[in-house]
């Protein structure tokens, strides 16, 4: 039994909105200077880890208004946006011209995928925010490096309350805010970055 209202489930769509804004900007900004198979796991990722947010908070509303539990909706989130997150960071990575092969580990017999997830998701966070600063300090923002850190913490946090009790409301409202705040930092982030001229910033 989870504690969701409305309001809640409402406010839910605002990170959502917020990512989503601020990868339309990435993706218009970036295209000039990225090789196809780069703005690829850009607009992959970018599209995958917005669609995983969205079904999420259609999930909550559903529940909350009382419409049915589609469950599905809440349990694909984490796969769907810890992938998508890394398929962007990746693409930023390899934009910047970094290249590391990652070493594939041996999934025991019995493997939930938590871990697994929650790696990507803290490799793709930490490329995507890596990557901005570097280009923040290219095009002489470098005030933006500390932003894009909080973005991360942000990040970091929410996982952290997400990995608590979930049928809280106090644990969701706290949750929501650590990532409205978030998305929000990484939009003013990005925002930044368009303004100052990254459309045209040659590399």
Not at 23 to 29: A, Q, T
Not at 91 to 101: A, D, S
Not at 145 to 157: A, E, H, K, N, S
Not at 158 to 171: K, T, V
């Amino acid at each position: 039994m989870y504690e969701f209202s409305v309001p809640m489930a409402l406010v839910d769509y605002i990170p959502v909105l917020l990512f989503g804004f601020a990868s339309v900007l990435l993706m218009r900004d970036l295209y000039n200077k990225m090789a196809k198979y780069a703005f690829a796991c850009l607009a992959a990722g970018t599209i995958d880890a917005f669609i995983a947010g969205f079904l999420k908070a259609t999930w909550k509303l559903l529940y909350a208004a009382g419409i049915c539990d589609f469950h599905v909706l809440n349990t694909m989130f984490l796969p769907t946006q810890s992938l998508g997150l890394l398929l962007t960071g990746l693409g930023i990575v390899i934009m910047l011209g970094w290249r590391k092969k990652a070493a594939l580990a041996v999934a025991p017999p019995v493997f939930s995928g938590t871990f697994l997830f929650i790696g990507m998701m803290i490799l793709g966070l930490g490329a995507i925010c890596a990557g901005l600063s570097v280009l923040a300090v290219k095009l002489k923002k470098k005030w933006l490096i500390p932003v894009f850190v909080l973005c991360f913490l942000c990040y970091m946090g929410m996982g952290y309350l997400a990995s608590r009790d979930g049928s809280s409301a106090a644990m969701n409202w706290a949750e929501q805010g650590v990532n409205c705040v978030g998305q929000a930092l990484l939009l003013l982030g990005v925002w930044t970055l368009h303004r100052a001229g990254l459309r045209e910033y040659l590399l």
